[in-house]
């Protein structure tokens, strides 16, 4: 059997995962969480083998919550299930430790499917991403400018284009507000922006607010 963790901030998600799991014998759901704090507490009273894991939850950024369960949990089976196009979050949350990426509007039996692999050691990719990271890993790819930042600079450029402040983001990442304009700096360089505004833009245009 299958223990399944399902981590959304949004009940009715939630609600339809558990119903499609429903249907299939070999998987039971053993818990809920719609925050990344919450998720953590209860991974420690309940032992599961794989997580659903929302991009887009309250708490932790993704990719801080991602390292923070690898470090606590290495053997758990973490799969993004979510509402952004894979090819703007994928490769990082592979990076971070993710072993499958599915958006949220494909059918039932790919999350089945999804689950039953990445359980059994394996990689779930849908052929959509495949040929997305085969034209990124060509020789005459041309990448997102956003493609090129560092995660901290990544999450920077999500917090800011989320209306941050530079004090309120300095609290988060616990580093200076000095530190933290830095990066600023350097996401403005990198994009070829010059103000916040912009940031809010890019950000819109490439799907990359939550």
């Keep these: ?42 991974l420690r009273e309940q032992e599961a083998d794989v997580i659903v894991l929302d991009i887009s939850m309250p708490g932790p950024p993704f990719l801080e919550l991602m390292m923070q369960l ?3 949990w290495p053997d758990l089976k973490i799969l993004i299930v979510s509402a ?38 394996g990689r779930y990719i849908t052929p959509r991403l495949a040929e997305q990271l085969a034209f990124e890993l060509g020789p005459q790819s041309v990448a997102e400018p956003h493609s090129q930042l560092s995660d901290r600079e990544f999450r920077v450029l999500l917090l800011l284009s989320a209306g941050r402040s530079l004090k309120e983001i ?22 070829n922006l010059q103000t916040n505004a912009d940031l809010v833009r890019y950000a819109i245009e490439h799907d990359l607010s939550s």
């Design 1 to 42: 059997m299958i223990r399944l963790f399902i981590a959304d901030d949004h009940p009715i998600v939630r609600e339809g995962l558990r119903r499609i799991i429903g249907d299939c014998p070999d998987i039971q759901v053993v818990g809920e969480a719609n925050d990344g704090d919450a998720l953590r507490d209860r």
């Design 84 to 121: 952004h196009p894979e090819d703007q979050y994928a490769v990082r949350a592979f990076r971070a430790g993710a072993v499958g990426y599915l958006t949220k509007d494909q059918s039932t039996d790919e999350l089945a499917e999804a689950i039953r692999r990445v359980f059994r050691g």
């Design 170 to 191: 300095a609290g988060e990442l616990g580093v200076s507000p000095k530190t933290v304009s830095t990066y600023r700096t350097r996401v403005l360089r990198k994009l």
């Design 70 to 72: 690898q470090n606590e």
